[in-house]
């Protein structure tokens, strides 16, 4: 399906409320050609027949008996004029009151109108961005390993807005316009049919060239879009690295690079700007084009006697009032341009292909009870072979530690269990279950996760232990707090519980911060946990106390731990060592030293960097 049809079923939502919006328009452009219809009356009845006469030929060309519009304007005047006159007004007032009632009707409908479109344009990017942000949640992390934060955010925020524009007040003086353009070209075919058909057929001299720069205008807006994203990603990429950056003084680098990249955003600009200013210009010229022959059509017309002057006059009064609805309607398709460019990257959020998705008919999983099972798992990223031939059981109640030399592929091997990412062959079982059977909900409810990186959201603590229940149980967030060794220094903060911990828990330290993720994993209370090097960045005091709150977290949980310090391994129940994608041995810490493998070299170099660490004593000189 093309972009605009696709936007106009989420526009097909709010039907109801662009039909009242569409029937206020029409009502708009009615008091349009009624104000055109009362000019004529001002003149005839209220300046006097006079005046009337010295603009010779006005209605001439075109009598009400052979126009409907005309016919059917005279009989709601004479209507209107009787209704006045049994009011004791005469034509000096009648005629300006009417003039003034059709303007009020024409902009009270006019701000209805617009103010339902501008809502129906808000609603639509609400929509829109909801299914974004929801198809964003739903893709795997494959999805977010090579995507930039900072492009998504300017699809989302920035890319949205330019629909909002188009489908908004934009909506509504292109459909108004259209109305108004309608009617007033009735009106004036009603006046002199011969003078509007030659009229209609220069107008396509001005058509057919803006709509040429139209095209041209959507593919730059795309790419001037493109490099929005761009800017995005390299901003967000500064905000993360910032304290980097500083250190290895790359302020400049960084700055040439921004700089690079606006530049590529500017020249994009540029071309897009050059087209939007063309647009106008362009239509004007080719206008008057268009004018200056009708103006020597209707001169040889005034010749042979079949116009008089002031029919010409009537007519181009009429041919005024449809330059603002025109022009509208062209800023319309500007607008609208940029808008299809923006909603084509927007979709492309919506449509990215998802690695994994629910199978048709998944069952839920029941509880765990039993054991945890890769069978013969390859997994590739892309050629890149990471995991070839695992097969590993970890029985219900087993920590079992995964250690190895960097890219031997243990976290991509527990990712495989929360479903982060599928098997390229074999597969990853509970209970005998495949995981690619069961519901990913029902699937991830069972695991809880710690990470070197901890992930706190910009909310309260309490928020943070309890993460996604509205109303959690107080009772179980301090019991979770006190377990994870957290509730002293939560006690401390200004508001206890309720305090804020900042974008990213920047207001705590990393030793808290990671008490807190061991909070919410005791919270959730899951029976399978995985440990990502959850104790890796922190000093020795605060993985003291994390090591004592991983122990109560480890407690009665099926547990695997993923570590580079093998010190942290010791007191597993199980070891399984990697290689190359590969298992190459199991068994406790004692085993493995013994036999003089891969685990003991790890072990020896580690042992061999901890007893050098120290700093040499001072010597004197």
Known sequence: ???????????????????LALVAMALVAAATVSLLFLLKKVIDEVLGAGAAGALAGLGAAGSSRTAPLLALLERAYDAASAATRSMGLDARWAVPLLLVASLLVKNVFAYLSEYALNAIGLGMVRDLRSDAYRAILDQSTRFSAETASGELMSRLLSDAEQIQAAFGSRLADFVQGTLTMGLVLVYVFSLNFRLAAAFLLVAPLVVLPIAANFRSLRGASFAARERVGEMGALLGETLRGHRLIKTFAMEDFEADRFDAANRRYYAASRQTVRLQALNSPLMEILAGIGLALVFVYAAGQIRAGQM?????????AAILMLYKPLKDVTKTNIVLQVALAAADRLFDVIDGKNDIVEKPGAAPLPPFSSRLRWEGVHFAYGVEKVLQGVDLTIARGETLALVGPSGAGKTTLVNLLPRLYDPTSGRVTIDGADLRDVTLRSLRLQIGLVTQETILFDTSVRENIAYGEKTPSEE?????????????????????????????GR????????????????????????????????????????????????????????????????????????????????????????????????????????????PASPTAS
Do not use: W
């Open 507 to 614: 207001r705590l330290s990393g030793g808290q911060r990671q008490r807190l993720a061991i909070a919410r994993a005791i919270y959730k209370d899951a029976p399978i946990l995985i440990l990502d090097e959850a104790t890796s960045q922190l000093d020795a005091e605060s993985e003291a106390l994390v090591a004592r709150a991983l122990s109560n977290l480890m407690l009665g949980r099926t547990t695997l731990v993923i570590a580079h310090r093998l010190s942290t391994v010791r007191r597993a129940d199980r070891i399984a060592v990697l290689e190359g994608g590969r298992i190459v041995e199991e068994g406790s810490h004692s085993e493995l030293l013994t036999r003089r493998g891969l685990y003991r070299r790890l072990h020896d170099m580690q042992q061999f960097a901890d007893d050098h660490a120290a």
């Open 1 to 19: 399906m093309t972009t605009l049809p696709r936007l106009l079923r989420y526009f097909r939502r709010y039907a109801l409320r662009a039909t």
């Open 308 to 316: 008089t002057v002031g029919g010409l006059l009537s007519f181009l």
């Open 476 to 504: 179980r967030v301090r019991a979770a707090a006190r377990a994870a060794c957290a509730d002293e220094f939560i006690e401390r903060l200004p508001q206890g519980y309720g305090s804020p911990v900042g974008e990213g």
